[in-house]
């Protein structure tokens, strides 16, 4: 069997456990362990199974991953997620199309101290859902714009992806944070301008007028925990305080002590915090391993190097060979998760991207390409078949047909197509604030 052959026997196995609704994580194990074993045999198997995982998950620095959604669940449980939406709705409410406006806003906010998009696209939308809909909009524009703003939990850091890319990469975490943060802000102001777009050029989706919530002391003391918490873990991370991993804890720690002045965090939600950042954990941490294994498999038919090989010499523009592969990431996005199209193809992509000639040091291609690889992974939170958090949204707006849910996300998978080319076209976007990480 040629190793073409082979590598297409793995990706088709895994596909096709994939439609039999087999956890991906087992997908992809059981594929890799396949091609593993028609090639290296079965004792090897064995052998690399017995040392992998504990190879694996003795690494100090996946602890950043949970510490990092038990801080975002703090965040969820503690009711933070109210005093967002008052602030940012009153800052907002004044345009129009201003409340969805506001929505991104809190949306942005959160995941500034959630890491997760499902979370944030959840939590926002149960206070401002009902907002919304009371006030005039339409079930297309509410959901889509919460499905689209939950999209913002992963491109504003903290981000879970981010930190999965930088260790598969052996990229610095401070710096793919720093990166992230203006191709973040571009996000949140594109949304808002589609918003903005939208309601003018399609009537009858957003009230014409609405009298915009005051802007309180009480609505500004209600984000001060917020901002503080944020201040904390990315102020000490930059400022040399403490690592990712510390600064991850730190702002677990604080998420919780700003949930209990609240007084919104009681046993049952503080166990529930725990156990919902095990799940999530262990997800994760499974398909690492089942990733490891079929990347493992795909390493011994030796076809990613041969592919890095070949893509270099065609001689093709680096721009044009970065655009192809983004392209598969959006097709990859209709069967998969984000963490799971990371872990898979990054070892297969990333040396292909590092072989290619930019222009730029090497460090500032990896840290682009990150950002390149998480801005279109975005893509398949939103976009049919699949768009998660289309599901997570609609799944609590009731009477919302689905159609109607896919349909107002457009105008946002518009505004991502046109953020993703301007970061493709201009690197130095992404790459203004990592000069200023030491």
Same mark, same amino acid.
């Given at each position: 069997?040629?190793?073409?052959?082979?590598?297409?026997?793995?990706?088709?196995?895994?596909?096709?456990?994939?439609?039999?609704?087999?956890?991906?994580?087992?997908?992809?194990? +059981?594929?890799?362990?396949?091609? @593993?074993?028609?090639?290296?045999?079965?004792?090897?198997?064995?052998?690399?199974?017995n040392t992998q995982a504990?190879?694996?998950?003795?690494?100090?620095?996946?602890? !950043?991953? %949970?510490?990092?959604?038990?801080?975002?669940?703090?965040?969820?449980?503690?009711?933070?997620?109210?005093?967002?939406?008052?602030?940012?709705?009153?800052?907002?409410?004044?345009? #129009?199309?201003?409340?969805?406006?506001?929505?991104?806003?809190?949306?942005?906010?959160?995941? /500034?101290?959630?890491?997760?998009?499902?979370?944030?696209?959840?939590?926002?939308?149960?206070?401002? =859902?009902?907002?919304?809909?009371? &006030?005039?909009?339409?079930?297309?524009?509410?959901?889509?714009?919460?499905?689209?703003?939950?999209?913002?939990?992963?491109? $504003?850091?903290?981000?879970?992806?981010?930190? *999965? @890319?930088?260790?598969?990469?052996?990229?610095?975490?401070?710096?793919?944070?720093?990166?992230?943060?203006?191709?973040? =802000? $571009? +996000?949140?102001?594109?949304?808002?301008?589609?918003?903005?777009?939208? *309601? #003018?050029?399609?009537?009858? &989706?957003? %009230?014409?007028?609405?009298? +915009?919530?005051?802007?309180?002391? #009480?609505?500004?003391?209600?984000?001060? %925990?917020?901002?503080?918490?944020?201040? !904390?873990?990315?102020?000490?991370?930059?400022?040399?305080?403490?690592?990712?991993?510390?600064?991850?804890?730190?702002?677990?720690?604080?998420?919780?002590?700003? /949930?209990?002045?609240?007084?919104?965090?009681?046993?049952?939600?503080?166990?529930?915090?725990?156990?919902?950042?095990? *799940? +999530?954990?262990?997800m994760i941490f499974m $398909?690492?391993?089942?990733?490891?294994?079929?990347?493992?498999?795909?390493?011994?038919?030796?076809?990613?190097?041969?592919?890095?090989?070949? !893509?270099?010499?065609?001689?093709?523009?680096?721009?044009?060979?970065?655009?192809?592969?983004?392209?598969?990431?959006?097709?990859?996005?209709?069967v998969m998760d984000e963490?799971?199209?990371?872990?898979?193809?990054?070892?297969?992509?990333?040396?292909?991207?590092?072989?290619?000639?930019?222009?730029? %040091?090497?460090?500032?291609?990896?840290?682009?390409?990150?950002?390149?690889?998480?801005?279109?992974?975005?893509?398949?939170?939103?976009?049919?078949?699949?768009?998660?958090?289309?599901?997570?949204?609609?799944?609590?707006?009731?009477?919302?047909? $689905?159609?109607?849910?896919?349909?107002?996300?457009?105008?946002?998978?518009?505004?991502?197509?046109? #953020?993703?080319?301007?970061?493709?076209?201009?690197?130095?976007?992404? =790459?203004? =604030?990592?000069?200023?990480?030491?």
């Amino acid at each position: 069997m040629t190793p073409a052959l082979l590598t297409l026997l793995i990706f088709g196995l895994m596909l096709l456990l994939m439609a039999l609704r087999v956890p991906i994580a087992v997908a992809m194990f +059981a594929a890799g362990a396949a091609g @593993y074993g028609l090639q290296a045999g079965w004792l090897p198997l064995a052998s690399f199974l017995n040392t992998q995982a504990f190879a694996r998950f003795a690494s100090y620095d996946l602890s !950043v991953i %949970p510490l990092f959604i038990l801080m975002g669940n703090f965040a969820t449980q503690g009711g933070l997620s109210r005093a967002l939406f008052d602030f940012a709705a009153a800052v907002m409410g004044r345009f #129009r199309g201003g409340l969805a406006m506001g929505a991104v806003l809190a949306c942005a906010a959160f995941g /500034a101290i959630c890491g997760s998009s499902v979370a944030t696209a959840a939590t926002i939308t149960q206070v401002a =859902l009902p907002e919304l809909r009371k &006030h005039g909009y339409s079930g297309r524009l509410a959901t889509g714009t919460l499905a689209a703003g939950g999209t913002l939990g992963i491109l $504003i850091p903290p981000s879970v992806p981010l930190v *999965v @890319y930088a260790i598969l990469t052996e990229q610095n975490i401070a710096k793919l944070f720093a990166a992230a943060m203006v191709p973040g =802000l $571009i +996000a949140m102001l594109g949304y808002m301008l589609a918003i903005a777009a939208y *309601v #003018r050029l399609v009537p009858g &989706h957003a %009230p014409e007028q609405m009298a +915009a919530p005051a802007l309180t002391g #009480r609505a500004l003391a209600g984000i001060l %925990p917020i901002g503080i918490v944020f201040l !904390v873990v990315f102020g000490g991370i930059y400022g040399g305080l403490f690592t990712p991993t510390e600064g991850a804890a730190v702002g677990a720690a604080a998420t919780f002590l700003a /949930a209990l002045l609240k007084r919104e965090m009681n046993w049952a939600k503080f166990q529930e915090c725990f156990y919902a950042t095990a *799940v +999530a954990s262990a997800m994760i941490f499974m $398909i690492f391993l089942g990733a490891d294994l079929m990347n493992s498999a795909l390493a011994l038919t030796q076809v990613p190097a041969q592919l890095a090989s070949a !893509v270099q010499g065609l001689g093709w523009p680096p721009l044009v060979v970065v655009g192809g592969i983004l392209l598969l990431y959006v097709l990859l996005g209709a069967v998969m998760d984000e963490l799971s199209m990371i872990l898979l193809t990054i070892p297969i992509f990333f040396p292909v991207v590092m072989g290619l000639d930019f222009g730029l %040091p090497r460090e500032s291609v990896a840290i682009w390409f990150g950002i390149m690889v998480l801005m279109t992974v975005g893509f398949g939170l939103l976009a049919p078949p699949v768009g998660l958090n289309v599901y997570v949204v609609n799944s609590m707006a009731p009477g919302v047909p $689905i159609a109607e849910s896919y349909r107002g996300v457009m105008p946002f998978l518009i505004s991502d197509t046109l #953020r993703t080319l301007l970061l493709l076209f201009f690197p130095a976007i992404s =790459l203004w =604030l990592v000069g200023f990480v030491g």
